[in-house]
């Protein structure tokens, strides 16, 4: 039987994701966490055969909790979960170690095909994640520019295209004014931008927004 651990910030998500398994999948035991640092400690103590990641958390990016994860325990499938589109994170996702990627309005049927294929030490690629990894590792060396990024600026990033002023920025994500406007100059730089219009236009283009 198995034992999963479902993170989400979402109390009436993890709810109906814990009755879609316990109907569906042969379950032991399910375990909730409802930010980042809850889903530590209790992978730390417990061992986990399959677990269910929210990418947007409180306190604690889904990808930052996913690379802990990671290091503490790199045998544990990670499936990750969003409302957003998977071609926005599986590349991110699957090179940070996650076993699978699906999106929230998926069907229920999904999620447990998903559940079942990564904790049988499979991986779960939906159509949209699948053409998202060929399109990143055919591009090789000329990558578009957003996959050069590391975590932490993909997420100011994000935000920075989307209208947040570096203050909204800061206090979104715990951070001091002048560490966010650090993170933005440099991701100005990698991208070769010049200002916060043009990234909200590379960000639609590249549909990392909407």
């Known amino acids: 039987m ?14 109906g994701l814990r009755q879609i398994l316990q109907e569906s999948v042969h379950i032991g035991l399910v375990k909730e966490a409802s930010d980042g640092f809850e889903a530590i400690e209790m992978a730390t103590v417990d061992k986990f055969d399959v677990i269910v990641l929210d990418i947007s958390l409180p ?8 690379r802990d994860l990671k290091e503490m325990a790199p045998d544990t ?22 076993s699978g990627c699906l999106n929230k309005s998926g069907a229920p049927d999904e999620l447990v095909q ?16 699948s053409e998202a990894l060929v399109s990143g590792i055919k591009s090789g060396d000329g990558r578009p ?28 994500l715990n951070l001091s004014v002048k560490t966010v406007s650090t993170y933005r100059a440099r991701i ?10 043009q990234l909200t236009q590379y960000a639609y283009r590249h549909k990392l927004i909407e």
């Open 114 to 129: 998903a559940i079942r294929s990564v904790a049988s030490g499979g991986t779960y690629v939906s159509a949209a994640a």
């Open 77 to 98: 499938p990670v499936l990750m979960l969003s409302i957003q589109p998977e071609e926005q994170y599986a590349l991110r996702a699957f090179r940070l170690g996650a």
């Open 59 to 66: 306190g604690k990016d889904g990808m930052e909790v996913l």
């Open 145 to 172: 520019p957003h996959l050069l990024l590391s975590e932490r600026e993909h997420q100011v990033m994000l935000l920075l295209a989307g209208g947040a002023t570096v203050g909204q920025v800061a206090i979104k």
């Open 2 to 15: 198995l034992k999963i651990l479902i993170v989400d910030d979402h109390p009436l998500i993890r709810r």
């Open 188 to 197: 100005l730089e990698k991208m070769n931008l010049a200002n916060n219009a």
